[in-house]
């Protein structure tokens, strides 16, 4: 039998109790960058006509090989048509510069864990990680942009309008949850990501050495998806005090 991943469920739990007291709690002012704005949620309009300028237009899809796609605070947040939406795809899926790097970080983190022992350590048991590690990704991404192509629902971060530290982490914290409809002034249940999760990892599960059960591999999934969504979504708000930090070693 192959060495299955081992499933920390009740620090799981633990870890998202904490994220929700921490984004949530009463926080003194003195922890926070700056007031909290009366409406959190920016408004989502589009200028008059439904049109944008094409400079905005072109920065209606970003793509981070990290932390995934996004919208930046400048930038209204326009419905994608069907083309866009399958530019986005391609885009986040097979063609973004650096898009490959992150499927291989976590393909050598499985080779030096030795994770299915039966595939060996050399480069043909890394080339079935990196593969099965790519597979899934382009699985779970193809299971998000149709279901919310199908659900006109909205399959990009938006960064919030909002300013301090607590307001923006609740921000990150409720869209790994919630979405915009096609209006992108309502928010719905967002599971596409966790159905894709579920997808992609129980598909491979028809390849992997062991027979591993589907079930479990898919609810392992399903609970890993929460803090992992959680923390991209905290990335992708928080990249340009992040980068600023790394530039400058500080951040006004």
């Known amino acids: 039998m192959g ?20 984004a949530f709690w009463n926080t003194p002012p003195s922890l926070a960058q700056g007031p909290l704005p009366e409406t959190p949620q920016p408004p989502h309009a589009v200028p008059a006509g439904g049109q944008i300028d ?26 994608l048509n069907s ?20 499927t291989t970080l976590l393909a050598l983190k499985d080779q030096w864990q030795g994770i299915y022992p039966e ?14 590690r790519q597979a899934q990704f382009i699985l779970q991404n193809s299971v998000v942009s149709l279901g919310s192509g199908l659900l006109g629902s909205e399959p990009r971060y938006d960064r919030c309008h909002c300013t301090g530290f607590w307001p923006r982490t609740s921000h990150a914290l409720l869209r790994n949850f919630l979405t915009y409809d096609r209006t992108e002034s309502k928010l719905r ?4 990501p966790y159905l894709g999760a579920f997808a992609g990892s129980v598909t491979a599960t028809t390849w992997e050495p062991g027979r591993p059960r589907w079930q479990v591999k898919g ?14 979504n905290w990335l992708a708000e928080c990249a340009p005090e992040i980068n600023h930090f790394l530039r400058h070693g500080r951040v006004h």
């Open 219 to 232: 609810y392992q999934a399903v609970i890993t998806q929460i803090p992992l969504g959680f923390a991209t």
């Open 189 to 192: 249940p967002d599971f596409l």
């Open 119 to 132: 595939w060996g350590t050399g480069f043909d048991g890394f080339s079935k990680r990196l593969g099965t």
């Open 54 to 79: 094409g400079q905005i237009a072109d920065r209606q899809i970003n793509v981070n090989w990290l932390y995934g796609s996004y919208v930046p605070k400048d930038v209204p947040l326009e419905p």
């Open 3 to 22: 060495k299955q991943p081992v499933c920390h469920t009740r620090w799981g739990f633990f870890l998202v109790f904490v994220i929700f007291w921490l």
């Open 83 to 102: 083309d866009r939406r399958i530019e986005l795809y391609l885009r986040r899926t097979y063609t973004a510069k650096d898009i490959y790097f992150k």
